[in-house]
């Protein structure tokens, strides 16, 4: 249960992060670099119904790579070490010994998936409003190193484990202190 519960804290993250900016992030800058985009203007419905039909096409594709790698680790795991744990309790992982939620694997896993798969989305939603913005595509592959400081840090706070106290904490003693 552990090894599931990791995939999606590291390499399912850097997985799908990896897949949505390569998928993507040449979504619109193809079109400007083609030419194609001064037809798309002339037409009767304009830009408009392309970027909704785009934008619904990414997050199709987000869903399906994550929810498939999702499922791969899944099977994997269950062929590998069996059906059972599901119903154990967060704290029979030394990472959560300390945590002050009460949940079981199963419930924790479901959480887990569905931010990974809410993060994914948001993320792809960035990259398809960038990939509009701009006419190069090489921004959207130097954009992690951008990011990597930002995500180091907001994944030690999400951590489950006193990062939202460790927070506050901080915040408080700032505006308070």
């Not at 552990?2 to 800058?29: H, K």
């Not at 670099?33 to 203007?41: E, M, R």
């Not at 995500?151 to 484990?161: A, D, I, T, V």
Request: aromatic share 16%; charged share 10%.
């Amino acid at each position: 249960m552990e090894q599931m519960q990791d995939y999606i804290n590291t390499f399912g993250f850097i997985f799908l992060g990896t897949l949505i900016l390569i998928g993507l992030s040449s979504l619109f800058t193809r079109e400007t670099a083609s030419g194609v985009d001064q037809y798309i203007l002339s037409t009767q419905h304009g830009r408009k119904t392309i970027v909704h039909a785009k934008l619904v096409a990414a997050l199709i594709f987000v869903l399906a790579c994550a929810l498939l790698s999702i499922g791969f680790d899944v099977v994997y795991w269950i062929i590998r070490a069996g059906n059972y744990g599901w119903l154990a309790n967060i704290h029979s992982i030394p990472k959560y010994y300390n945590s002050p939620y009460t949940m079981n694997m199963l419930s924790f896993f479901l959480l887990k998936t569905a931010v990974h798969v809410f993060a994914g989305l948001m993320l792809a939603i960035c990259v398809v409003f960038i990939s509009l913005l701009s006419k190069n595509s090489f921004f959207h592959l130097s954009a992690p190193d951008l990011c990597l400081p930002f995500h180091l840090w907001l994944k030690s706070l999400l951590l489950f484990q006193d990062g939202w106290r460790k927070f506050f904490n901080s915040v408080m003693s700032r505006r308070c202190g």
